[in-house]
């Protein structure tokens, strides 16, 4: 079955860095598009960013953009989110997402996202 594991996440300093790593087995990863996205305790899932299944086109929320970076490896079967400039209100669980799709545009919507991982700790302290 589809498994994906998030990596990476730990208690960093406000304006520092992190790259979580998502490694998916079970699938044709080639063909999936895969997604970040997080949550805060009591909210639901917030997109954070988004790969076409070839790595041709991404999407960010606005309060990432210019400071996170997706990116996927298809030989590793390993989607990526590099974050820099980390805010306190970055803190939250991240989880990975895919979804069986080769169109050429990101997907933003969590809920089309059938597969999920089980979420990695991200705190950034003040």
């Known amino acids: 079955q589809v498994q994906l594991v998030e990596s990476g996440g730990r208690l960093v300093q406000a304006g520092g860095s992190l790259r979580l790593s998502c490694a998916a087995s079970?699938?044709?990863?080639?063909?999936?598009?895969m997604g970040w996205f997080r949550r805060n305790s009591g909210k639901e899932h917030e997109f954070v960013a988004a790969?076409?299944?070839?790595?041709?086109?991404?999407s960010y929320a606005d309060s990432v953009k210019g400071r996170f970076t997706i990116s996927r490896d298809n030989a590793k079967n390993t989607v990526y989110l590099q974050m820099n400039s980390l805010k306190p209100e970055d803190t939250a669980v991240y989880y990975c997402?895919?979804?069986?799709?080769?169109?050429?545009?990101?997907?933003?919507?969590?809920?089309?996202?059938?597969?999920w991982g089980q979420g990695t700790q991200v705190t950034v302290s003040s």
């Open positions: 997402a895919a979804r069986f799709t080769i169109t050429p545009r990101p997907e933003t919507r969590g809920d089309l996202y059938p597969y």
């Open positions: 079970g699938l044709t990863f080639s063909n999936y598009a």
């Open positions: 790969i076409t299944w070839t790595g041709g086109g991404t």
